[in-house]
């Protein structure tokens, strides 16, 4: 079973507005990591945060780390067309394996 | 620095045939991952290796394997396909730094099975 559960599914927004999408997972993680795909095209990483981190921040994204509610969420400012794409929380346990999420596909209207 | 490669990109077999999948990890990566990807299942974990040694494994049948050579390049292979063997396989290296490292994936190779 998937570790992580993004939500929501899908998420349709216009330009220039902020993208929130949420992760939830089920056991205690090493670090969770958001990552990026786009169209059936390899993943590509966007941030890793470490289980005793609360928050990071790089360019436009910001993440959030709450291991009491085993959840995270990554914000997307700004939003650019060429944000469209899928979005994906992987989480590892320490055991040189990380656990992808559903994902959430992003659509960013111009 | 190259990027991930796979080979090949694009691959069509039938029912019962086996393939083998190749990829190139990033110069100086030693850890290399397999993953599927399907639209039902979403990503699953197949297996991690680490200088020629698998480190982990994901719930997949004995019919996916995989290896590692001493310069870190890696093979799949999927003996007697079936119809959900369709997907697509990605790749991934990484420097490992320990369990927190971010992971460089290839473009993936793109299986189906007839």
């Known amino acids: 079973s998937q570790q992580g559960e993004e939500d929501p599914q899908a998420l349709s927004i216009q330009e220039g507005e902020n993208a929130t999408m949420n992760c939830s997972y089920k056991?205690?993680?090493?670090?969770l990591q958001w990552y990026r795909q786009n169209s059936g095209r390899g993943l590509v990483h966007l941030i890793l945060?470490?289980?005793?981190?609360r928050e990071k921040h790089s360019g436009r994204l910001r993440v959030t780390l709450d291991t009491s509610k085993k959840s995270s969420s990554l914000l997307i400012t700004a939003s650019r067309a060429a944000d469209t794409a899928s979005y994906f929380c992987?989480?590892?346990?320490?055991?040189?394996?990380?656990?992808f999420g559903t994902g959430t596909r992003l659509k960013v209207l111009a | 620095k190259a990027g991930v490669t796979q080979t090949p990109r694009y691959l069509i077999k039938t029912r019962g045939q086996q393939v083998t999948l190749s990829c190139s990890p990033i110069?100086?990566?030693?850890?290399v991952s397999w993953y599927q990807q399907t639209p039902g299942q979403g990503l699953q974990f197949l297996f991690e290796?680490?200088?020629?040694?698998?480190?982990n494994k994901g719930n997949f049948p004995g019919r996916f394997s995989g290896r590692q050579f001493s310069n870190s390049r890696s093979e799949m292979n999927v003996s007697t396909l079936e119809l959900g063997d369709s997907a697509l396989y990605l790749c991934?290296?990484?420097?490992?730094?320990?369990?927190?490292?971010?992971?460089?994936f290839g473009p993936g190779t793109r299986l189906t099975v007839t």
């Open positions: 991934a290296s990484s420097p490992d730094r320990g369990y927190s490292y971010e992971q460089y």
């Open positions: 945060i470490r289980s005793n981190e």
């Open positions: 992987a989480t590892s346990s320490g055991t040189y394996k990380y656990i």
């Open positions: 290796y680490f200088s020629e040694t698998q480190r």
């Open positions: 056991t205690s993680i090493n670090n």
């Open positions: 110069s100086g990566h030693r850890s």
